[in-house]
T-cell receptor, first 114, second 111 residues
Framework: GQQLNQSPQSMFIQEGEDVSMNCTSS?????WLWYKQDPGEGPVLLIA?????ELTSNGRLTAQFGITRKDSFLNISASIPSDVGIYFC??????????????FGPGTSLSVIP | SQTIHQWPATLVQPVGSPLSLECTVE??????LYWYRQAAGRGLQLLFY??????ISSEVPQNLSASRPQDRQFILSSKKLLLSDSGFYLC??????????FGEGSRLTVL
């Protein structure tokens, strides 16, 4: 079945450093989503990507939809302590059909050292 | 904008007891709805999704079932809970734009 892989599995960085994480798939997706989850809460959507090659920013966050439609990356610039959490990528077919699974990667755990 | 409500927020149940988790959505119509389970420190496992009333797709053979009795209501159930059913259950709603939004989650502990 469809699977997403995320790397790295975990990261420990100094405050102020830039962060890069990526997500790869065995299948093509037409929409990529990036989420952040804090402990005990539901994931919060950070960025949505809809077109191959698309580069989208949200504050210090930048994400790109890979040309092959099988990968995506997320960058965080100048990390701060509140960036700590688990970051998930997700992919889906992109349109409302009877086959409309949204699949999540296993997550990247980010720790920021002040 | 849509709002997703889940209840109960926390639940402690004995093995063998039944389960009912509810999810309701406001601010949208005919949404695609999803149930995910997250074990401690793990990723999100898709359990069920629904593209309309009475339409349920099951992703993983398990001790759970789902129902969608109304357009904006999605229910996760079990007749007899197992220890392995413990986890954080998340309901999600897919917006027409393709974005997926989550509820606050329901934490289930089976003892």
């Amino acid at each position: 079945g469809q699977q997403l892989n995320q790397s790295p599995q975990s990261m420990f960085i100094q405050e102020g450093e830039d962060v890069s994480m990526n997500c790869t798939s065995s299948s093509i997706f037409n929409t990529w989503l990036w989420y952040k989850q804090d402990p005990g809460e539901g994931p919060v959507l950070l960025i949505a990507l809809y077109k191959a090659g698309e580069l989208t920013s949200n504050g210090r966050l930048t994400a790109q939809f890979g040309i092959t439609r099988k990968d995506s990356f997320l960058n965080i610039s100048a990390s701060i302590p509140s960036d700590v959490g688990i970051y998930f990528c997700a992919g889906h077919p992109g349109r409302k059909t009877s086959y409309d699974k949204v699949i999540f990667g296993p997550g990247t755990s980010l720790s920021v050292i002040p | 904008s849509q709002t997703i409500h889940q209840w109960p927020a926390t639940l402690v149940q004995p093995v063998g007891s039944p389960l009912s988790l509810e999810c309701t959505v406001e601010g949208t119509s005919n949404p695609n709805l999803y149930w995910y389970r997250q074990a401690a420190g793990r990723g999100l496992q898709l359990l069920f999704y629904s593209v309309g009333i009475g339409q349920i797709s099951s992703e993983v053979p398990q001790n759970l079932s789902a129902s969608r009795p109304q357009d904006r209501q999605f229910i996760l159930s079990s007749k007899k809970l197992l220890l392995s059913d413990s986890g954080f259950y998340l309901c999600a709603c897919k917006h027409d734009t393709g974005e997926l939004f989550f509820g606050e989650g329901s934490r289930l502990t089976v003892l």
